[in-house]
C-alpha cells in the first residue's frame, strides 16, 4: 500500500522510487517522465497520487552502479511461483490471482554488476517462467501489488548462487507437473540425482533444498529417503562407480524433453557468465634491486607454532581434539598469552574462529572452560578481539559454502571488518573444510584450487589462516595433495595405541599423537619432532615425548608422590630399572627435579 509512512521507510531504505503508468497502451508498466526522461526526483505527494510506485534497479546518473535485482515470476501456470520460497527472505511483492495472494517478486540489494537472466531466452509475450531483472524498474506498490514481506531488501555481496536459484527454479517448474502421479519415487530421485550429479555442478546443499520442495508439493512424506537417493547418486560418482544415471535416463523415466535442464547443466553456466578478462602485469625487479628492497620480514604471533601470514593445516581424526587445540590457540592469540611454554609475540591480536559442525552450546562451553583457566591465572580477556561464527548462528541458510565465490567474499567480508575495527591483521581459523565446504569433490585438485588461491590471497594481505580437516584411511589428509602445497605448517593429531596412551581421567579430556608433516621452517628441530599433547578438563595442556608403557605409569607414579619402592611394587620392574628410567625422563625434560627417593 503506497502511504505516507511507506514513502518514509522506502526512502531510509534509499530505493530509488518513481510513479508508474497504468495504462491500456504502451505506456503502461513505465515509469512516468519528468522533463521528457525517467527520474526519481518526485516528491512524496506525486508518489501517493500515484497508481503505482515501481523501483529502479540502478541509479540514472551512474548507470554502472547497480542497487537492486528483481526475481520476476511470469509463468502463468503458477507453478514456479511453488518454489519462491526457496530464495532467502526479503522484501517481496505479490497480487491478486482468482482471490489468492501469489507472491510474484522478490528483491535484493546487490553492489555487483549482475547480467539478467530470463528463462526462456525467447518467448512471446506471456510466455517467461522467470526473469533476474537487473537495469529496469519493477513496480512494487499500487492498485494492483501487495506488499507480501514489508522488510528492506537484504543485501547480497555475491549474487552467483542466487543466480542459480533462478536456473533451479525453472528446471524444477518443468519438472514438478511430471511427476505428480508417478509410483516408484525412489527409481525417480536415483535418476535425478544421477542427472544432478554428472551433468550439474550445483551444491550439495541446493540440491537438497530444492528435492525437500518437491517432496513438499508432491505430498511426498518420505523425504529423507529422496535425499538419501540424491546424496547416494554423488557418492557413487564419486567413487568412481558405474552405478549413476544421467539426464537420458531421467528424461525417458518423466517421458519428456527437459529442455530446462540444460539451464544447470554446467556448460550452460560457463556460457551464460563470461567473466571478463584480466591482463596481470607480473612485478619483477633485477637481482641487486630485489636484494635492496626492504621486505618486512613476517614475525611469529606464537613463537614458533603461529607466524604471521602463514597458512596452517590442523589435520586429524574425527574426536582427537582438533577443536580443543584450535580454540586454545586462538584464545592464546586473542589475550597474548601464547600456548603452553611458546610466547605471545607483540601482544594480542584479532581472531576470527568459523566453526562449521559442532553445536553452539559444546563451542560455548569449550571458550567457558579456557576462560575460566585464564581467570585462575589473572590472564586478561580480550572479548573484542575474539570473535566466533557457528553454523547454528546463521539460522535456516547455514554458512554460503567456502568452496564459491559467495562464500568466500562473505568470510572476506567479516575479515575486513575485524581488521578495520582493531587495526591488526587477523588470525583467521576455518573449522572445518568437510562442513564449510558441503559437496566440495575433496579428491579433486581443480576443486581445491580456488580454495587455496583464496587462503593465499588471504595471507598475502597480511592475515594468518589456520583450516582444519580429516585424515582419510591411510592417516594423511583427506582429499587431493593440492591442499598442502600452498602452506607452510601441517599439524597432523592421532588418537595413540594402547602401548602410548597416557591414563587420564574426565570424559573431556583429549591427548593425542602430535606430528608436522610438513613444518617449512622447523622441519628438523626439536620442537618438531613426534610427541604426546594432553588437556585435562581444567585446561591442563602437557606435551610428552613418546615413551614405553612403563616409562608412562613411572610419570604418573611420581606425580602422585609414589617412592621408588612403591612404583617397584606397583609395576613389577626392578629399582634400578626405574632409576634409570628417571632419570632418562629427567634428562628429557619431562620430569624436572627428582624428589623420589
Known sequence: MITRENIKTWREWQLLMTPVYKSNDDKDKTPINKNGTWSTDWTDDELLNANRVGCYHKTLDEPKEQQLFDFDFDDKTRTANKFIGCLPPTFTVGKKI????????????????????????????GGKVIELLTSTQTIFAGVDRIIINNVEPVYISDPTELKLHARLIAAFSELLPLIKDIQNRNDFYFRLGGALARETAIPMHLRTKYVEKLCELTNDPEVRNRVSCIQRQQ??????????????ELSEFVGANLKAFDE?????????EVKEKKVYKIQYANVDNFLMTNFPEPAYIIDPIVREQSITAVQGEPGVGKTMLGLRLAAGVACGCGFMSMPSVNGARPIFYMEGELPAYDIKTRINAIRKDFAKHNIEWKEDYFNIATVQQQNDFGFPPLHEEAGRAAVEKVIEEIAERTGKKVYVHL???????????????????????????????????CYYHHLNKSGVSSGSTMQTRGIQMAIRLRKPDSKHRIPMTGEKAMQAVVDFPKWTLHDNSKIAQEHILTCDENQNWKRYPMLEENELKIIKYYEEGLTVKEMEEEMDIKEKTIYRKLKKLKDMEVIKDDKVS
Do not use: R
Open 264 to 272: 544447470i547443466k554446467k556448460e550452460a553456466e560457463d556460457d551464460e
Open 98 to 125: 482468482n482471490g489468492k495472494t501469489v507472491a510474484t517478486h522478490k528483491i535484493y540489494k546487490c553492489s555487483v554488476k549482475t547480467k539478467s537472466y530470463s528463462y526462456p531466452k525467447t518467448a512471446a509475450k
Open 431 to 465: 573449522d572445518n573444510i568437510s562442513s564449510l565446504c558441503p559437496g566440495i569433490k575433496e579428491n579433486d585438485a581443480d576443486a581445491w584450487s580456488p580454495l587455496m588461491h583464496w587462503m593465499i590471497k588471504i595471507k598475502n594481505k597480511g592475515h594468518t589462516v
Open 235 to 248: 557418492q557413487n560418482l564419486d567413487e568412481g562407480s558405474e552405478d549413476v544415471f544421467g539426464i537420458k
